[in-house]
């Protein structure tokens, strides 16, 4: 049996994926890419200007560089790479914030207790540190920044891909609940020039709403209301968005949600869940990998379209239509009955 055909070979590659991840990490968080962007530079270059000893960042730059990450040339200089430029800061749908969270220690520590998890039943990352993701990110400014700056990075491949699945047509009125800061439905809205939208979230998340939306120039059709989507959400929408929110949350948490806007909704408006949508059976996909990230780091989850359909079901809905997106994300459309 040779190398390429021993599954041991394959799986070893696996288990060696951490070395990458946190080599990746590092090379984002030193700002390599940025470095290099202009032609190629010497290690004892790259060393001085990022604070680091040359011969370690050489070994750790070699290695990344025989994955395609990099270039090493002639006189132990490094360029870039098709691979490398997604790591520069200034790069369309760049990953470096992406990279830079996943190396942060306090995710690492959060992974460690994988197992503890599985055998609680309880969320990683909580069991990890003693408290939730988001109350350790209050407390840590420099953790919270970084993470802030991922979303927003997500945030910039995501929203147009969402802007551009979905045909808003018919629609007057788009209620984004748990919207945050607007910039999903400041896209949904530029797109779609005839219609109005309104932001839902918590006070406290959309108080700087409104210089998101007047930046984009859609504050002028749509209104932002503060409120706890547990509660009540705004009503009389056409379309009910709910981006990246009902995978937060356990089946009768979501069920609550999808409810408060069932009861709100005129029978021919929709509901729309934008997430990530595991395939069925051992297909392959990047979602059920994602599906573990929930469970290690906010305790939620991500669902197959029988689940969601069954979540629909149960809060007076029928799932009509599973939509994919250039993200990667899917469009999961339903309607009252």
């Keep these: 049996m040779t190398q ?11 288990i060696y994926g951490v070395v990458v991840s946190q080599m990746i990490s590092v090379a984002a968080r030193l700002g390599v890419a940025d470095l290099i962007r202009d032609g190629p530079k010497p290690i004892e270059e790259l ?17 990344l560089a025989s994955d395609g990450v990099f270039e090493l040339l002639e006189g132990k200089r490094f360029g870039l790479t098709p691979m490398a430029e997604g790591l520069r800061s200034d790069a369309p749908k760049s990953l470096r914030s992406m990279a830079i969270y996943y190396g942060s220690p306090y995710i690492w520590q959060s992974y460690g207790a994988l197992i503890d998890a599985l055998r609680t039943g309880e969320t990683a990352l909580d069991l990890a540190l003693g408290e939730s993701l988001f109350e350790y990110l209050a407390r840590h400014p420099e953790d919270n920044a970084a993470f802030n700056r991922y979303m927003v990075e997500r945030q910039a491949v995501q929203h147009p891909a969402i802007a551009a699945a979905y045909d808003f047509g018919g629609a ?27 932001l839902f979230d918590r006070p406290q998340v959309v108080a700087a709403a409104a210089g998101v939306l007047d930046a984009a120039g859609v504050g002028d059709r749509c209104s ?35 409810g408060n806007c069932r009861k709100v909704m005129p029978s021919e408006s929709r509901i729309l869940v ?28 991500e669902r197959t379209p029988d689940e969601f359909a069954a979540l629909f079901r149960s ?13 990667g994300d899917s469009l999961v459309e339903g309607v009252p009955v």
Excluded at 4 to 13: C, G, K, N, Q
Excluded at 231 to 254: F, T
Excluded at 275 to 300: C, F, H, Q, W, Y
């Design 172 to 198: 007057r009125l788009v209620v984004d609940v748990g919207g945050g800061s607007g910039a999903l439905l400041a896209a949904i809205l530029t797109a779609n020039p005839r219609l109005r939208g309104v």
């Design 4 to 14: 390429s055909s021993d599954p041991r070979f394959a799986l070893r590659e696996m």
């Design 47 to 63: 060393a001085a200007a990022t604070g680091v000893q040359p011969e370690p960042l050489y070994r750790v730059l070699r290695a």
């Design 224 to 258: 932002v209301e503060g409120g706890s989507f547990f509660d009540a959400v705004p009503p009389n929408g056409d379309v009910y968005l709910l981006s990246q929110v009902i995978h937060d949350w356990n089946d009768e948490q979501a069920v609550q949600i999808l």
């Design 315 to 327: 809060a007076g809905f029928e799932l009509t239509n599973v939509i994919g997106t250039a993200s």
């Design 274 to 301: 934008a997430e990530t949508v595991l395939p069925a059976g051992n297909e392959p996909s990047i979602a059920k990998r994602v599906d573990v990230v929930m469970l290690v780091v906010a305790g939620g989850r």
